[in-house]
Nanobody, 118 residues
Framework: QVQLVESGGGSVQAGGSLRLSCVVS?????MGWFRQAPGKGRETVAH???????SYADSVKGRFTISQHRAKNMLYLDMNNLKPEDTAMYYC???????????????WGQGTQVTVSS
C-alpha cells in the first residue's frame, strides 16, 4: 500500500518561492505533483520516474523543478517565480506506471495549499 503526505505549502507574493515535500511509503515507479484550483479541473504539474526522467506542464517549465530522494522516500517540488495563477491545492501522487499515474492513480496525498498574491 502506498501512502503519501505533503508539506510545505503556504502564502507568498508573486515572484516568491516555495518548496513542497512529500513523504512516500511503499513501492512506486513514478511520482508526480498535481494541482487543482477552485472551480477548475486537476492539472498535472510534473512527474518523475525511477530513472529521473521528468516531465512538466508548459505553464511551469523553467520555474518549477521536480526531484526525488528515493533513499529517503522523498519527493520535492521547488517552485520559483510564483504567479497568482499558481494558486491551488497541490497533491503528490504515485503509482507503478506512468500511465496509471496520469490516468487514474488511487494513491494520493491529502494536499497542501499554495496561495500566491499579486
Amino acid at each position: 500500500q502506498v501512502q503519501l503526505v505533503e508539506s510545505g505549502g503556504g502564502s507568498v507574493q508573486a515572484g516568491g518561492s516555495l518548496r513542497l515535500s512529500c513523504v512516500v511509503s511503499g513501492y512506486t515507479y513514478t511520482m508526480g505533483w498535481f494541482r487543482q484550483a477552485p472551480g477548475k479541473g486537476r492539472e498535472t504539474v510534473a512527474h518523475i520516474d525511477t530513472l529521473d526522467f521528468t516531465s512538466y506542464a508548459d505553464s511551469v517549465k523553467g520555474r518549477f523543478t521536480i526531484s526525488q530522494h528515493r533513499a529517503k522516500n522523498m519527493l520535492y517540488l521547488d517552485m520559483n517565480n510564483l504567479k497568482p495563477e499558481d494558486t491551488a491545492m497541490y497533491y503528490c501522487a504515485a503509482d507503478t506506471t506512468c500511465t496509471r499515474l496520469l490516468l487514474g492513480t488511487k494513491f494520493w496525498g491529502q494536499g497542501t495549499q499554495v496561495t500566491v498574491s499579486s
